[in-house]
């Protein structure tokens, strides 16, 4: 390793353009939600066809974080840091002035390159650069903005759209990359490892194919339009990669992710639970903007405010959640607790003009306390066993994961909304609110079957350490 950070001062600064870099790549994976309806009218589009746009970022981002760590020790924590910079920076631009959606979805996929290596190899530098004592509070300072990100996320799109257009939300990018551009120049360590291994080519390409195919395959159903034969074959393709990387990793000295991963019965559960049960909550930032304002006529703006109860009754769960997992297990709160997500994600069924405004503000709160305690239980038990051999591989396989179900889920979203519309024949989106009801229901069956992933961890509460109560309403 070289090139070390001297002063107090100057990682001080590199903590805030660490932390900076993370705002802004989770802040784009939600501030496009409010923004959908317009940018659907601005280029021409229906606004019940534009999840590509979401899907395009998340499932780049998948796709590219395997190999983040990988390059930053290659190449240097500051040479790449820089590159995802500028590569966040030049898609933004092009997003902001993209006129087909083709191009903007291609944009996307530019952004989501930068955007995937941003905060892995920013928390790669602080790591190498940080006193062991340290870590923590480091960690702790930079995931902050990480989480303000996606809270505020579609209350800023929603303002920003209404109040000048939606180009600017993709346009404030830029200075805030050039300032963090520079910054890191100057105060960033380039930190790098000269005997570097290979890196796992084939196991890379395999991951990568699996996860494009089974998205493009879903997405085949709605936006795309893909015959039934090309759907299957996409699928088929899928599984057959998965397939051959696990046959693969088996005989491969150093595999892009170990499956003695597995044999951590809290990771496995943690990770498959994570999956599933993120394929149905994470269709609803997709959902709810779209549907206020599709089906019942809110301003890009009242529909990211509309969003504000989730986000406040979030971070208010956040503490009660660890308390009661603290006190019951993981096991029982997650099993009870997922239910309670996927029943107030099908009550959005009841939505429609006739519902008073202060019914759905509840609606959304509950669905915010919950769902938070979800997510804290959920990371926090995928990530508790691993020891210092498997932590840096499990962070980054639970990363990708996260990713690849946000944009499954707005995938299968896309998908139940184009077929519930052409079984209801709503050809209009403004009669489309059947469809959106029976869509919610289906995420939230989703969600609640997942709960039985949850009910194969271990019978008894499992004890959590006082160290780790404190920290997991970071994550």
């Given amino acids: 390793m070289s090139d070390p950070v001297a002063t107090q001062s100057s990682r001080k600064i590199m903590l805030w353009v660490v932390a900076v870099g993370f705002f802004m790549q989770t802040l784009d994976s939600t501030i ?17 066809r534009m999840q590509s746009v979401i899907i395009a970022y998340s499932l780049t981002m998948a796709v590219v974080i395997p190999a983040s760590g990988w390059l930053a020790d290659r190449f240097g924590t500051r040479r790449i840091f820089q590159t995802a910079i500028v590569l966040f920076v030049l898609g933004s631009l092009l997003c902001a002035y993209s006129n087909t959606l083709s191009f903007l979805v291609g944009a996307r996929v530019i952004q989501g390159a930068g ?42 799109g929603g303002w920003i759209t209404q109040s000048f257009s939606w180009h600017w939300i993709f346009l404030i990018n830029v200075p805030v ?62 599984f057959a990669s998965l397939t051959t990387y696990v046959l693969r990793a088996n005989r491969t000295e150093r595999p892009l992710f170990s499956l003695s991963l597995f044999r951590i019965h809290t990771f496995s559960v943690g990770l498959l639970g994570n999956l599933f049960a993120r394929i149905g909550t994470g269709a609803m930032p997709f ?67 006739g519902v008073p405004v202060w019914i759905m503000l509840v609606q959304l709160a509950l669905f915010g306390a919950v769902n938070s ?31 690849l179900a946000m ?48 009910m194969q961890l271990a019978p008894a509460t499992q004890p959590v350490e006082e160290e780790e109560a404190q920290h997991m309403g970071e994550l």
Avoid at 303 to 329: C, N, W, Y
Wanted: with cysteine; glycine share 8%; aromatic share 8%.
């Fill in 32 to 48: 496009v939600n409010t923004a959908l309806p317009p940018m659907a009218r601005s280029l021409g589009e229906s606004p019940l």
């Fill in 115 to 156: 955007g995937a290596m941003l905060m892995p190899v920013g928390r790669l530098a602080v790591l190498r650069t940080f006193p062991r004592a340290e870590y923590l509070q480091a960690l702790s300072f930079v995931a902050i903005p990480g989480m303000i990100g996606p809270l505020i996320g579609p209350t800023l």
């Fill in 177 to 238: 990359g050039v300032l963090g551009g520079l910054a890191a120049m100057r105060f960033m360590p380039n930190s790098r490892i000269d005997d570097m291994g290979r890196f796992d080519v084939g196991g890379y390409l395999l991951l990568s194919i699996a996860m494009v195919t089974i998205s493009f395959s879903l997405d085949g159903l709605a936006e795309l339009g893909f015959q039934r034969a090309t759907v299957l074959m996409l699928l088929i393709a899928s």
């Fill in 287 to 353: 959902l709810i903007p779209l549907s206020l304002q599709v089906t019942l006529n809110y301003s890009p703006l009242q529909a990211g405010l509309m969003m504000l109860p989730t986000t406040a009754a979030g971070m208010l769960a956040k503490r009660v959640g660890t308390q009661m997992i603290v006190r019951h297990g993981y096991r029982a709160v997650l099993f009870v607790n997922t239910f309670l997500v996927g029943l107030a994600m099908a009550s959005f069924t009841f939505i429609s003009n």
């Fill in 373 to 403: 305690i979800q997510f804290t239980a959920m990371n926090t038990i995928t990530l508790k066993d691993l020891d210092v051999s498997t932590a840096s591989s499990g962070n980054s396989l639970l990363s990708m994961i996260q990713m």
């Fill in 407 to 454: 944009s499954l889920a707005v995938t299968s979203a896309g998908a139940l909304l184009a077929t519930f519309q052409q079984l209801f024949n709503e050809g209009s989106s403004s009669k489309a609110l059947p469809a959106f009801h029976a869509t919610f229901i289906c995420v939230g069956l989703i969600t609640s079957a997942s709960a039985w992933i949850f």
